[in-house]
């Protein structure tokens, strides 16, 4: 049998790691075509080694003499830059991780399509910011797109052999971050360290924060809309603090279709590296007496704002959700570098979204991919002088 050709787009990160984890186990059902990661050059050339993949892309150019000498004798080719991401898009394979973080993850997730690819799609930016071109790049050339964020893969598994006109709701459940028992009136003083600490999922600093804030949920409000071609009024959030149901799709005969599992990534990744099948998944298995109890509560508003601003994204369409992404990134740059406290990134989001109102119309109809990348880069210079003006009023 001939092996299955993967690539992945991110690979030094934690959903890259996630994703070699379970090739790994399986190496020889898998020919590895490129790894892809940008400052951790040692992760890299060890999985592209082990996995004796065909190149190795580093995006930072300064960093391609490390990675040449890191994979000498190896025999695995060594690239670095954003040309050479590209390139190592377009190599032939059956199925692409993209997992890269932020807009940057975006033009090599389009590449793939262009060769008709499935695309497993973890950068949720993608569709939040470019989702209705992604989609119809997949369809002109026949590409499947497949979700990897947990709730999104949840809902997927959820309308496998169903018919979308029957779907009412699609529910998205949330675990409140780390700050979710918090007083409201504290929230303004917490730090980075205390935003940064998930109960339930081991995450990265910045999309730990946006799950304190909420920011992460309202991208996948988003992702919803876009992915699965559904209004926002059939959308819904639920904070269900177990992290064990990931989302629920209901039905117009009233049935509510609930998708439960742990708490790891590998389940999602799995089942998109898998389908349509389901393979056996090295992932803990849910004991439902030894949990007991599941809860699940409405999400308030005046803690979590992002919400509400995910909710007018929805409405406005077309460039909103690139403006809501830019906007977001940058108030939490602000916040990580003490600018701006955690409570104040809606604000400094809010701002950027009505600036850019006035500047370019949010609800054009985003043509190209250039159109996205011009729209990120006013929306982050945006966004800076609405963290200035913040800084200003606060003195
Ligand atoms: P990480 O920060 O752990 O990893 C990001 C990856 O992208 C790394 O390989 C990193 O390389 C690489 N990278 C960083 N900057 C650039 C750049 N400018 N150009 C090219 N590559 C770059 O992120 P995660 O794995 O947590 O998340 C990846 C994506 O998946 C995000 O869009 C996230 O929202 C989404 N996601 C993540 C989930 C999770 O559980 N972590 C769950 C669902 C979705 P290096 O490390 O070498 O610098």
């Known amino acids: 049998m001939s092996r299955r050709r993967v690539s992945i787009f991110g ?57 040449r000498a890191a994979l000498e004798g190896s025999g695995v080719e060594a690239a670095a830059g954003e040309a050479a991401l590209l390139e190592a898009a377009d190599r032939p394979a059956d199925w ?64 496998v052999g169903e018919d979308m006109a029957a779907v009412e709701r699609i529910i998205i459940t949330a675990s409140g971050g780390g700050l979710r028992d918090w007083p409201i009136a504290a929230l303004a003083n917490a730090t980075p360290e205390d935003a940064g600490a998930h109960p339930n999922w081991d995450m ?67 089942y998109a590296l898998h389908y349509p099948d389901r393979r056996d998944l090295p992932v ?15 999400p308030c508003a005046t803690r979590y704002p992002a919400l509400k601003l995910a909710r007018a994204v929805m409405e406005a369409g077309g460039h909103a959700g690139c403006v809501f992404n830019a906007a977001k990134e940058t108030a939490l740059d602000g916040f990580l570098a003490g600018r701006i406290g955690f409570m104040d990134m809606s604000g400094v989001v809010e701002a950027t979204l009505d600036a850019m109102s006035s500047k370019i119309g949010l609800s054009n109809a985003v043509e190209t991919l250039e159109d996205v990348l011009q729209t990120d880069h006013m929306a982050r210079k945006t966004a800076w002088t609405a963290i200035e003006h913040h800084e200003k009023e606060a003195r």
């Open 284 to 298: 803990a298995r849910i004991d439902l007496a030894q949990l007991a109890t599941l809860e699940f509560y409405a």
């Open 96 to 159: 692409i991780m993209s997992a890269i973080v932020g807009a940057a993850g975006l033009a090599p997730g389009f590449r793939a399509l262009r060769h008709g690819a499935t695309l497993a799609l973890a950068n949720k930016e993608s569709l939040v910011t470019a989702g209705p071109l992604l989609l119809q790049e997949a369809r002109q050339h026949g590409a499947q797109i497949l979700p990897v964020d947990s709730e999104h893969s949840a809902v997927f598994q959820g309308l």
């Open 204 to 270: 990265g600093q910045r999309i730990t924060i946006d799950s304190a804030s909420m920011f992460n949920k309202a991208m996948e409000l988003i992702e919803t809309k876009e992915f699965f071609g559904v209004v926002p009024a059939q959308i819904e959030t639920v904070i269900h603090p177990q992290s064990i149901v990931h989302a629920l799709v209901g039905f117009n005969d009233g049935a509510l279709m609930a998708h439960l599992g742990a708490p790891d990534m590998r389940h999602a990744i799995g």
């Open 11 to 67: 690979a030094t990160g934690s959903i890259g790691q996630n994703t070699i984890d379970l090739i790994a186990r399986d190496a020889q059902a898998y020919e590895v075509v490129a790894l892809t990661g940008a400052s951790n050059i040692a992760q890299l050339a060890t999985d592209a080694r082990r996995l004796g993949a065909q190149i190795a892309v580093t995006a930072e150019a300064r960093l391609l003499p490390e990675l």
